[in-house]
């Protein structure tokens, strides 16, 4: 009785080192998380304070805000802000999607050179990349005329990078070749293996890699300016010079929206990841050798 007194301090004392040092750390990732945020919040407060000031006076207004959607040059690209987005990912997911599953079934040694494509416009500064294209955007406007829509051929390329890594992401983490076998095994097209076998089971890869192409193209400034069409941030730099509580509104805006894509993005992996281990749990253990051999043991 006397010694267990004296075997909880000494278990206490050897913990109390490991505890201290949970805390610390604990402490740590608080202060870091703090401090992040509020690197981030900060200035865009101060976005939302400018943008809401009446300036010359007191109080707040949000005419910079309403301006949004009244005026017609700051409408009008939002809305071919939002078309070349649409047009950008429907591009990307036609351009990469077969591709990528192809090379896995059929050309496996040709996925380092289907990488190293993909990967670099991440290499070369857009400046560069739209003066070295000046004949191909030459051909694209004698095509489809004086629209911005045309754009979006660019913008395919400049996404590119990070479509493709969360595209071979998805792919990697499937049996790629067992589900086509299996599908052509039972008499499915390929159209039917790629559309309704392996597309389902890549979901979220595709999610993630519309998500960062739609927040690319709305943030997008070089290509749009030096080809004179007139984009989001194309105006909002035009309008900085004549209304910047608009054109910061309008920022803040843009900034936001691309938050709310990538934050969406983060619930819907989670939640996938939750279901896939929910699901692998309730599914129940085979029997094992030795379980499956003991009735006929016991008979």
């Known amino acids: ?27 740590f990732r608080v202060v870091v998380l703090v401090l992040t945020g509020a690197f981030f919040v900060i200035p865009l407060l101060a976005m939302l304070g400018f943008s809401t000031r009446v300036l010359g006076g007191e ?23 939002l078309v070349l987005s649409l047009l950008t990912v429907l591009g990307m997911l036609v351009l990469l999607v077969p591709t990528l599953i192809w090379v896995r079934l059929r050309v496996q040694w040709l996925a380092r ?9 991440l290499t070369v500064p857009p400046l560069v990349i739209i003066v070295g294209l000046t004949n191909v955007t030459a051909w694209l406007a004698y095509l489809f005329g004086d629209t911005p829509n045309w754009l979006a051929f660019l913008y395919v390329v400049l996404v590119l ?26 008499g499915a097209g390929w159209f039917t293996v790629i559309a309704r076998v392996i597309v389902p089971n890549i979901k979220t890869a595709l999610i993630s890699a519309s998500f960062i192409s739609i927040a690319l193209v709305l943030g997008e400034y070089t290509f749009a300016s030096l080809l004179n069409f007139n984009t ?20 803040l805006a843009s900034i936001l929206f691309a938050a709310v894509l990538l934050i ?27 379980t499956a051999a003991t009735p006929g043991a016991n008979s």
């Open 1 to 27: 009785m006397t010694a267990t007194p004296a075997l909880a301090a000494s278990g206490s004392a050897a913990r109390s080192p490991r505890q201290r040092a949970r805390t610390r750390l604990r402490v």
């Open 59 to 81: 109080g707040r207004t949000w005419a910079a805000w309403k301006l949004l959607v009244t005026d017609p040059l700051l409408r009008g690209a939002i809305g071919t802000s």
């Open 113 to 121: 050179t289907v990488e190293f494509l993909c990967l670099l416009p």
């Open 161 to 186: 990078p990070y479509a493709y890594r969360a595209l071979d992401a998805g792919l990697s983490a499937i049996n790629v070749a067992t589900l086509a076998e299996a599908a052509r095994s039972l």
């Open 232 to 251: 989001l941030q194309v105006v909002i730099a035009q309008q900085s010079k004549a209304n910047a509580q608009e054109s910061v509104a309008a920022s």
């Open 264 to 290: 969406g993005l983060s619930f819907v992996s989670g939640g996938r990841r939750a279901r896939r281990t929910v699901g692998n749990a309730l599914v129940p253990a085979p029997p094992t050798q030795a």
